[in-house]
T-cell receptor, first 112, second 115 residues
């Protein structure tokens, strides 16, 4: 079954801790993306990667970091520098940057 | 700044009616257009893609594209309560070269279908 998996579904952390969100795809897609969605808000692009071993900052990259060492994996680390990390985090992938994106189920992060 | 605009709604329609969702975009060079459906608490799901002017039908859904007027719309015929969701419009501005070319998403229109 091809698709995008994100884990965990729910994540709780204390303020000041770094946390890594997992995103894996078996669609053989070149491009992968991380978005953040706050209640009642649209999608905001955090980081994107159009090809393995390369990634770029999106619109709200401060306080986040990523890696793209394997084509199928694009983990996101939410660092303690992110001032308001509680949100719904969505990972997406596409064949390349010009094609439709497919989303994983998301991770809901709560930091207290 | 490339933009995609949608009416936030909520758009309320009775069951069985046609729901019409609209989206305008600023980049005249945009090449591909997508509609996503997002149920509350869930991730967006791709429901329609359209690349050329005119209508594209898929079941109860019809996407309409007018590049000259820079708008794309989604019609849902025979609306059902299960269609109640937020609908996101996404546009690919297709900058050749460089690191851009990512989809630009609108903020979505919330649709409510009343039984």
């Amino acid at each position: 079954d091809g698709g995008i998996t994100q884990s965990p579904k729910y994540l709780f952390r204390k303020e000041g801790q770094n946390v890594t969100l997992s995103c894996e795809q078996n669609l053989n897609h070149d491009a992968m993306y991380w978005y953040r969605q706050d209640p009642g808000q649209g999608l905001r692009l955090i980081y994107y990667s159009h090809i393995v071993n390369d990634f770029q900052k999106g619109d709200i990259a401060e306080g986040y970091s990523v890696s793209r060492e394997k084509k199928e994996s694009f983990p996101l680390t939410v660092t303690s520098a992110q001032k308001n990390p509680t949100a719904f985090y969505l990972c997406a992938s596409s064949r390349d940057r010009y094609y439709e994106q497919y989303f994983g189920p998301g991770t809901r992060l709560t930091v207290t | 700044q490339k933009e995609v605009e949608q009416n936030s709604g909520p758009l309320s329609v009775p069951e069985g009616a046609i729901a019409s969702l609209n989206c305008t975009y600023s980049d005249r060079g945009s090449q591909s257009f997508f509609w996503y459906r997002q149920y509350s608490g869930k991730s967006p799901e791709l429901i329609m893609s359209i690349y050329s002017n005119g209508d594209k039908e898929d079941g109860r859904f019809t996407a309409q594209l007018n590049k000259a007027s820079q708008y794309v719309s989604l019609l849902i015929r025979d609306s059902q309560p299960s269609d109640s969701a937020t609908y996101l419009c996404a546009v690919n501005p297709r900058n050749y070269g460089g690191s851009q070319g990512n989809l630009i998403f609108g903020k979505g229109t919330k649709l409510s279908v009343k039984p």
